[in-house]
């Protein structure tokens, strides 16, 4: 097995974050520094990152989170302020989490230990549909969310094929569902500011078919195991 894929199977790193491990010289095989990613894992090969011994597998979590606002989804802040993992703290597993949401995005978000899944989910080639719940200002017209649905130009680039359902609004704010496949940083913040309609509020509600329902931010719940086989599958 390629020596990244290793590192991540064990739970200890996405399979990205174990190819700067590799690079950056933090991975020896039997004592010696290995800085070649394409190395194939060997029977008896003892495999060490930062020191510490790359065990057999753990076992596997994986977990829904409501976001809160005010929160960031990284493993540590350097301002200090909540994050992720501050949900999931009670339980036993190292969980990083699959993409990000902006500090005032709340909603779905996964969780989980599964390098492997993670680093699939997390490809620009992967799609699977987010859907976000957007409060937006002023009126979305049938023309700007026509734009939307077509693609936007967000700055250098322009944005595929959205689903785009307006749920309700009056002259102030209407809200929006939307549904895109990409993950460009703050996409459908700058997606509605291009058609002229400011997100006020953005909730992610599911990613594919994983819907966050009545789960309360700040909460967790483990998926089902139909839900991780569709994950495995999609
Ligand atoms: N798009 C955004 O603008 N923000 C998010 O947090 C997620 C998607």
Redesign the pocket.
């Known amino acids: 097995m390629r020596i990244n894929k290793y590192i991540a199977q064990s739970g200890m790193a996405s399979r990205r974050k174990a190819d700067e491990l590799i690079i950056n010289g933090n991975v020896k095989i039997n004592g010696a520094v290995m800085k070649e990613p394409g190395y194939d894992v060997q029977e008896g090969d003892q495999v060490t990152v930062n020191g510490r011994l790359v065990g057999a597998a753990q076992r596997l979590e994986y977990v829904l989170i409501n976001k809160p606002i005010g929160m960031v989804t990284t493993a540590s802040d350097d301002l200090n302020r909540p994050t992720v993992m501050d949900v999931v703290k009670d339980i036993d597993a190292r969980l990083f989490p699959v993409g990000?949401?902006?500090y005032n995005?709340t909603g779905a978000l996964l969780m989980t230990n599964d390098g492997e899944m993670a680093f699939r989910l997390t490809h620009p080639k992967h799609e699977i549909y987010k859907t976000?719940r957007a409060v937006v200002s002023g009126i979305l017209s049938n023309e700007r969310a026509a734009k939307l649905r077509k693609g936007v130009d967000i700055g250098g680039f322009i944005t595929s094929e959205a689903k785009v359902k307006i749920i309700k609004g009056n002259r102030s704010s209407t809200v929006v569902e939307i549904s895109i496949k990409e993950?460009k940083n703050?996409?459908?913040?700058?997606m509605f500011a291009a058609v002229g309609n400011p997100?006020q509020e953005?909730e992610?509600v599911a990613i594919g078919e994983i819907r966050l329902g009545h789960l309360k931010p700040g909460y967790y719940r483990k998926l089902t195991r139909e839900e991780i086989l569709y994950l495995k599958n999609c």
């Open positions: 990000r949401l902006d995005t976000y993950g703050r996409q459908v913040r700058k997100v953005l992610r």
